[in-house]
């Protein structure tokens, strides 16, 4: 059984981190155990995650399943109104290498021939903690970039 060391992880998570959850295509799974990690035997927002309705307002896209060609321009739709910085974390298998889809003829690929990929979480479906561990490596690295956009002098809302 995976554990996860609350301590560590509220050691990772001193911010907030607001997330907008795109569904590419998957079969559902993966968005269940999101859903999961909102009740309240892992209560996510404890650590500060929070999903929003809009990727205006979010730091970070969650991205299930393999890209459909149908969501592709979409996908890229939703990255470019995150404001900067911003991070993409995929969950599951599906979105990280296209799995039993993988030779589809409606897919474009797995996320990371679509969008910059920071963090994945594998797993057919993943547990909510990996995906609890997986936000943790996702507040680390937005906050690498926020303080990369600061010496660099570039806008944080861009």
């Known amino acids: 059984m995976f554990k996860v060391d ?3 992880e509220l050691g990772i998570l001193p911010r907030s981190i607001w ?3 795109c569904n590419s295509g998957s079969c559902n799974g993966c ?3 999101i859903v999961a990690l909102l009740t309240p035997r892992y209560d996510i927002e404890r650590f500060g995650m929070k999903l929003v309705g809009t990727p205006r307002h979010a730091d970070a896209l969650l991205v299930t399943g393999p890209v459909t060609k149908y969501m592709t321009d979409r996908l890229r739709r939703i990255y470019a109104q995150m404001p900067n910085p911003k991070v993409v974390i995929v969950v599951g298998n599906c979105g990280a290498s296209g799995d039993v889809f993988y030779k589809s003829y409606n897919l474009d690929g ?3 021939q679509i969008l910059p990929v920071d963090v ?3 797993g057919c479906p993943p547990r909510p903690e990996a995906i609890i561990d997986g936000v943790a490596k996702a507040i680390l690295k937005l906050e690498e970039k926020r303080e990369e956009l600061l010496k660099t002098g570039g806008a944080t809302n861009a």
Do not use: S
């Open 6 to 8: 609350i301590k560590k």
């Open 120 to 122: 994945y979480v594998h």
């Open 31 to 33: 968005d269940i155990e």
């Open 19 to 21: 997330a907008f959850h």
């Open 110 to 112: 797995p996320v990371d």
